[in-house]
């Protein structure tokens, strides 16, 4: 899919009016708040975009009336380049006197799996020619400014042609030290997957629905968006989803009934966080609800949450109980949760440590060092790998799969983990004890072990789509990240899954301690460190892996981590290293033929190694 556009009849969008071209760049005494506002409209030979300069003009020119430093980039005189983005971030980052740092975008993006990012000039054909997001919105918790927001008015796609070589560029410097953690703030036009819209008023003449609509929450406030802070009448950043969220949908449901668009925003700021004032009149809020079909897989997955004992992670959004349904069977989303929930496992295992795979035979097996792995049944489904593990506890195993793809996981002494796998992707790793495989538990223990897989399926389904995300304020965020972390406290051990899934869902709404938290506390059970809690604890930063036991596995188990290692200055095995240039997109790491025999091959060596 491509960044759309669509004709405007008559007067049916007049809140998309032309915009204000910005004649220069924009000069103002020294801010302590700056902007880097970047506008591409050519990359590469996709197709000419028509808005994307002129909604970064207007963009710089609204943040030049608020006072701010503005960087203009665009690819009207000459190419969009990463290094010329990355001078100007490094400058304004260089100051030390910032307490704000805007970074807007127009143009052609993409969203692969966990990977996003901004297509420059020479992209997609130079894979450097693109800036990394996933990557660039950890650095920006840590480059020692109060507030980094992301304005991106770009498609979040699956592209049309190939990926593989677009790992983009970090716009970011690495922090020497950790500074206390930046807030965030991330307004992103569409949901991944979709595309943003352009809209044609009339002759030569378009707008970006998002930018445009954003642009008017500050021309055109509604009531209960306006705040006064210090003198000043402003919008709060917080303040901004719910309008985004109704009008975006809303004003394009105008000229268009082919396509939605339904923004992606999250805030980390505090209430007093703004960008700019209100420069217009208070008016009527649009419509008193949500319109329907603005529902997201978020939605469904917060309600599904609030209902479980995981309980509400962000907010409860008013929908008819039809339409979460309708959403969550049109998305795959409840199809996701059923394979899960569906996958067996054994009763029994002769070392009471081993694997179920469902949707995949598994042909090999290989574990780290003195542990040793058995596929046990080729054409039973499931397929059954035991575990016979050695003194040392937790290793790496690596399964390849009857195609020759495979995955690498952790195995757990006294734990069965049962993966689920679509399509030669890993959807799900679980883990539960041992015990909890008995044919014959009492009602306690299996009303438990009921409760778990119901959330472990939830959690599956919400990480295949992104919808386990922890939103609300800062002091909710920590109160419902310190329920969840309380929740990995299970019968008799520990809930590994549950964990794992937390962690990155912390991570991400920049909640390191509760992150270290759940860390130390399966640390501490397993007597072993789990590689993707151990990478988002920090703990492995500036780091080379080169004792398999230095976390396990020795490398991320979900695809998400993998984004993480360069930002986190973490080396891998150089064996391990190549491989991840054949990972397919899967929420758990999968591999394909030639990256699975790299892993073998990484595990062989540290089998030699022991024995010599």
Aim: charged fraction near 20%; aromatic fraction near 8%; glycine fraction near 8%.
């Amino acid at each position: 899919m491509r960044r759309r556009d669509v004709l405007v009849s008559g007067l049916a969008l007049a809140q998309l009016a032309a915009p204000r071209k910005l004649l220069a760049q924009c000069v103002t005494p020294p801010s302590a708040r700056a902007a880097v506002v970047i506008g591409v409209n050519k990359s590469g030979n996709l197709p000419v975009l028509r808005a994307a300069v002129s909604g970064a003009k207007s963009v710089a020119d609204w943040l030049c009336a608020e006072g701010f430093d503005v960087k203009l980039i665009v690819d009207e005189t000459g190419p969009v380049t990463s290094d010329a983005i990355k001078r100007a971030v490094f400058e304004l980052v260089g100051r030390a006197t910032l307490s704000q740092l805007v970074l807007y975008f127009s143009g052609h993006g993409v969203c692969v799996g966990f990977n996003e990012f901004w297509l420059l000039t020479g992209a997609p054909a130079d894979g450097n020619e693109a800036v990394s997001l996933v990557e660039c919105w950890e650095l920006a918790h840590r480059i020692g400014i109060a507030n980094v927001v992301f304005i991106s008015d770009a498609c979040r796609s699956n592209p049309e042609y190939n990926m593989s070589l677009i790992h983009g560029m970090l716009i970011f410097p690495a922090p020497l030290a950790s500074p206390a953690g930046s807030k965030v703030d991330r307004f992103l036009a569409t949901e991944p997957g979709q595309s943003s819209i352009e809209a044609k008023i009339a002759a030569d003449n378009y707008a970006g629905v998002y930018t445009s609509t954003f642009l008017d929450a500050f021309k055109h406030p509604q009531e209960g968006m306006v705040k006064s802070i210090n003198g000043n009448m402003v919008i709060p950043n917080f303040l901004l989803e719910e309008f985004l969220r109704r009008e975006v949908p809303l004003r394009l449901g105008q000229i268009d009934l082919k396509h939605t668009q339904i923004p992606d925003t999250r805030i980390e700021s505090r209430e007093n966080i703004y960008i700019g004032r209100a420069l217009g009149p208070i008016t009527p809020v649009t419509a008193a609800v949500l319109p329907k079909d603005s529902a997201t897989i978020v939605d469904v997955a917060n309600h599904e949450f609030n209902r479980s004992s995981v309980g509400a992670i962000g907010p409860i959004r008013s929908y008819d109980a039809n339409v979460l349904s309708q959403v969550a069977s049109e998305s795959g989303f409840r199809d996701a949760q059923a394979s899960i929930s569906n996958a067996k496992s054994p009763f029994s295992f002769e070392t009471r440590t081993g694997f179920a795979i469902n949707g995949a035979r598994v042909r090999a097996a290989m574990a780290v060092g003195d542990t040793r792995a058995q596929v046990l049944s080729w054409h039973t489904e499931p397929t059954l790998v035991t575990i016979y593990p050695s003194a040392q506890g937790p290793a790496t195993v690596g399964l390849m799969f009857e195609d020759g793809s495979g995955t690498i996981v952790a195995a757990l002494p006294g734990f069965i983990g049962t993966l689920a796998v679509e399509r030669g992707r890993v959807t799900s790793v679980s883990y539960l004890p041992y015990y909890w495989q008995q044919e014959y538990l009492d009602w306690r223990e299996a009303a438990l072990k009921a409760r778990v897989n119901e959330v472990h399926a939830l959690l599956g389904a919400a990480a295949k789509y992104g919808a386990f995300r922890i939103e609300g304020t800062e002091e909710e965020r920590s109160r419902t990240a310190r329920r969840i972390a309380d929740l990995t406290r299970v019968g008799k051990s520990v809930d590994v899954t549950l964990g794992i899934y937390a962690a990155y869902a912390f991570a991400d709404s920049n909640l390191i301690e509760q992150v270290r938290s759940v860390r130390d506390f399966v640390r501490s059970d397993l007597g072993a460190d789990l590689f993707d809690l151990a990478l988002l604890a920090n703990a492995l930063s500036g780091k080379r892996i080169e004792n398999p036991n230095d976390a396990i596995p020795f490398c991320p188990m979900i695809t998400r981590g993998w984004q993480l290692l360069r930002v986190k200055n973490v080396s891998l095995p150089e064996l391990v290293e190549k491989a991840r240039y054949d990972m397919r997109d899967a929420v758990w790491t999968t591999f394909g033929p030639r990256g699975m025999e790299l892993i073998f091959s990484a595990i062989q060596q540290t089998r030699s190694t022991n024995r010599g």
